[in-house]
């Protein structure tokens, strides 16, 4: 702690900084709430093509757990903002904060499994080969998997306990 009680840090109060992060959450959350909305948007378009009854039940099948994986990946990435506007005015905004980071990771991940899977569906049908087309989403998903979650927390990990940014800037000031 400072001398003005305040954390090591930028130099701001507790509900100082948690009107910060809220306002960086809610910009993450509009970047894949976007992403999301326009794939959930094309594959609800699909079930009405003609197309759609050729399908093998199979991948009609797993059309139906990528409509499921993406209504419920939008539920998660809008639930903060529910969850905001319920325990507004409680001044509780700092757990507020933790719980809507909870829910926008749980967004990503079901964003994650509902692109997978959505590349899996098209793919299949595009290619009418089952034989290559895992190999090829399998990779997609590693990527996503390394680039959103590998390469962040081994970020996070290789710096835990450094108390100044190689900047010279303190974490708080950094993030």
């Known amino acids: 702690m400072r001398g003005d009680g305040r954390a090591d840090g930028r130099d701001e109060s507790p ?3 948690a009107d910060r992060k809220w306002g960086d959450l809610l910009q ?3 970047v894949a709430q976007t992403g999301v909305q326009i794939l959930f948007g094309f594959l609800l378009t699909v079930v ?3 197309s759609y ?5 199979a991948d009609q099948t797993l059309y139906m757990v990528t409509i499921v994986l993406g ?3 939008i539920g ?3 639930a903060p903002v529910a969850f905001h506007r319920v325990v507004t005015g409680r001044f509780i905004k700092p757990e507020a904060v933790v719980w809507a980071s909870r829910l926008t990771l749980l967004g990503l991940l079901l964003l994650l499994l509902t692109m997978t899977s959505s590349l899996l569906l098209v ?3 595009a290619t009418h080969d089952d034989g290559y087309v895992p190999w090829i989403v399998a990779g ?4 996503y998997i390394l680039l959103w979650f590998v390469i962040p927390a081994a970020l996070r990990l290789r710096t835990a306990g450094r108390t100044t940014h190689p900047s010279g800037l303190d974490d708080g000031e950094a993030d």
Do not use: K
């Open 53 to 57: 009854r050729r399908l093998s039940d």
């Open 123 to 125: 793919l299949r049908t």
């Open 48 to 50: 009405f093509q003609p």
């Open 140 to 143: 997609v998903a590693g990527l």
């Open 76 to 78: 998660a990435l809008i």
């Open 15 to 17: 509900e100082e900084r």
């Open 28 to 30: 993450e959350i509009r």
């Open 71 to 73: 209504a419920a990946a």
